[in-house]
C-alpha cells in the first residue's frame, strides 16, 4: 500500500492550497480516508476524515469553514482544499486510511500512512 500525499508549500496567510493524495495498492473505495498534521513538537492532529462514498466528513473546530476533503474514487485520491491559511496552519500534513466503516480522528485507528507533505503559512 502506498499514499502519496502531494500539494504542500510556503503560501501567506489568507491564501490557499491543495493537498492531494494518491493511493494505491488498496481498494481505496473501502477505505475511509483522513487528513492529519504535526507541527514542531506537538502531537499529530486530525484534520479532516471522509467516509468512503465521501458522502459523510469529519473537520476539527480549527478548520471548519476553512478547509474542505473530498475524494474521487475513479482516481484513488483524496484531497484537502485549505482556504484563509493561517500561520498557526503550519506543519507537515498526512494522509491516512482507515479500513473501518466509522470516521476516526486518532491516528492509531488508522491502518496506512502516507509520507507527509510540508505546509508553512508566513504571517
Known amino acids: 500500500v502506498q499514499l502519496q500525499a502531494s500539494g504542500g508549500g510556503l503560501v501567506q496567510a489568507g491564501g490557499s492550497l491543495r493537498l492531494s493524495c494518491a493511493a494505491s495498492?488498496?481498494?481505496?473505495?473501502?477505505?475511509?480516508m483522513g487528513w492529519f498534521r504535526q507541527a514542531p513538537g506537538k502531537e499529530r492532529d486530525v484534520v479532516a476524515a471522509?467516509?468512503?462514498?465521501?458522502?459523510?466528513?469529519y473537520y476539527a473546530d480549527s478548520v471548519k469553514g476553512r478547509f474542505t476533503i473530498s475524494r474521487d474514487n475513479a482516481k484513488n485520491t483524496v484531497y484537502l482544499q485549505m482556504n484563509s491559511l493561517k500561520p498557526e496552519d503550519t506543519a507537515v500534513y498526512y494522509c491516512?486510511?482507515?479500513?473501518?466503516?466509522?470516521?476516526?480522528?486518532?491516528?492509531?485507528?488508522?491502518?496506512?500512512w502516507g509520507q507527509g507533505t510540508q505546509v508553512t503559512v508566513s504571517s
Open positions: 495498492g488498496l481498494i481505496f473505495s473501502s477505505y475511509t
Open positions: 491516512a486510511a482507515d479500513g473501518g466503516v466509522s470516521l476516526k480522528t486518532t491516528p492509531h485507528r488508522y491502518d496506512y
Open positions: 471522509i467516509s468512503r462514498s465521501g458522502s459523510s466528513t
